[in-house]
């Protein structure tokens, strides 16, 4: 099974920067993903990470290193509507995600 | 149809009584999955799909089952509800072919056992 910890809340300033880190324990490793969830909506894809290092996305930024089974998500010049939930979920060789709790970020004015 | 319906948005249901979620994509994702989300708990597997006339269980499905007659559909159901089976259901789709292979998921559906 898979064991993923990411923090429960986080909050900051427009314009800011924000990093949510995802530790993790697995049995097996297909890759990482980061979703966003806005309140009262489904999950959706925001990065994927199967090898070491770093892939960004114009604002968002995902890390991976598997080595120490951690991941971070970095969200750039944070706006008012980046308020929601961050789910880190890992991928086992049979394609099924084991998710993590998520994390809130707040975005204050 | 693009991408994920399910049906209902939402339901009130009596425990004891049986209750069938419906999921259909026209991606022609291969793979489907059904999941639940408690507050503090986040997603969990119930049953998954990975082709048409194959289920397996995921993580939690004991008071749930599901059939995968064609590739599009993959309902859920609750043979005899309980309250503690009271949550969000997301149905999810993706292909298995070694890329990238995303999970895209549908609008929920709330479900209340009282």
């Known amino acids: 099974g898979q064991n993923i910890d990411q923090p429960t809340e986080m909050t900051a300033t427009e314009g800011a920067i924000v990093q949510i880190n995802c530790t993790y324990q697995t049995s097996g490793f297909n890759g990482l993903f980061w979703y966003q969830q806005h309140a009262g909506e489904a999950p959706t894809f925001l990065s994927y990470?199967?090898?070491?290092g770093l892939e960004e996305k114009g604002r968002f930024s995902s890390f991976l290193s598997r080595s120490k089974g951690y991941s971070y998500l970095l969200l750039k010049e944070l706006q008012m509507k980046d308020s929601a939930s961050y789910l880190c979920?890992?991928?086992?060789?049979?394609?099924?995600?084991?998710f993590g709790a998520g994390t809130t970020v707040t975005v204050r004015a | 149809i693009a991408g994920i319906t399910q049906a209902p948005t939402s339901q009130i249901l009596a425990a004891g009584r049986r209750m069938t979620l419906r999921c259909t994509q026209d991606m022609r994702h291969n793979a489907m999955y059904w999941y639940r989300q408690d507050l503090g708990l986040g997603l969990r597997l119930i049953h998954y799909s990975n082709t048409a006339g194959t289920t397996g269980k995921g993580e939690v499905p004991d008071g749930y089952s599901v059939s995968r007659a064609n590739t599009d559909d993959f309902p859920l159901t609750l043979a005899s509800a309980v309250p503690s089976q009271t949550s969000v259901y997301f149905c999810?789709?993706?292909?298995?072919?070694?890329?990238?292979?995303?999970?895209?998921f549908g609008p929920g559906t709330r479900l209340t056992v009282l």
């Open positions: 999810a789709s993706s292909s298995t072919s070694g890329g990238t292979d995303t999970q895209y």
């Open positions: 990470n199967v090898l070491d």
């Open positions: 979920a890992v991928r086992d060789g049979d394609y099924k995600l084991s």
